[in-house]
């Protein structure tokens, strides 16, 4: 059974940062995986994606330059360090995962995802 959770939300100040994990667990075979956040009244949308056994990456542009995604493939681990962080970065953000691909995971579509973890809070204060 496939199971993602993640950790390393909180509180902080604008212009601070976090850095969100997490842990896959019942395969460790590549896939794409990627981070999504969901805010009050709002739809989910997606934040940055990578194949874990490649090197494609891909950033929502609200969050180029600011937030970096990476896999350690020893720890099945995903993580991702948010700098700079604004007050419109306050959401529960999910990571994501699935072994297929599917067409559109690049444009961080959350519905070519079909694993996901429970979520973690990020709320940043100005």
């Known amino acids: 059974q496939v199971q993602l959770m993640e950790s390393g939300g909180g509180s902080v100040q604008a212009g601070g940062s976090l850095n969100l994990s997490c842990t896959v667990s019942?395969?460790?075979?590549?896939?794409?995986m990627g981070w999504f956040r969901q805010a009050p009244g709002k739809g989910r949308e997606g934040v940055a994606a990578l194949y874990t056994g490649g090197s494609s990456i891909y950033y929502a542009n609200s969050v180029k330059g600011r937030f970096t995604i990476s896999h350690d493939s020893t720890k099945n681990t995903l993580y991702l360090q948010m700098n700079s962080l604004k007050p419109e970065d306050t959401a529960m953000y999910y990571c994501?995962?699935?072994?297929?691909?599917?067409?559109?995971?690049?444009?961080?579509?959350?519905?070519?995802?079909?694993?996901w973890g429970q979520g973690t809070q990020v709320t940043v204060s100005s």
């Open positions: 994501a995962s699935d072994p297929y691909c599917g067409g559109s995971w690049s444009q961080l579509n959350p519905d070519e995802f079909n694993y």
């Open positions: 019942g395969y460790v075979f590549s896939s794409c």
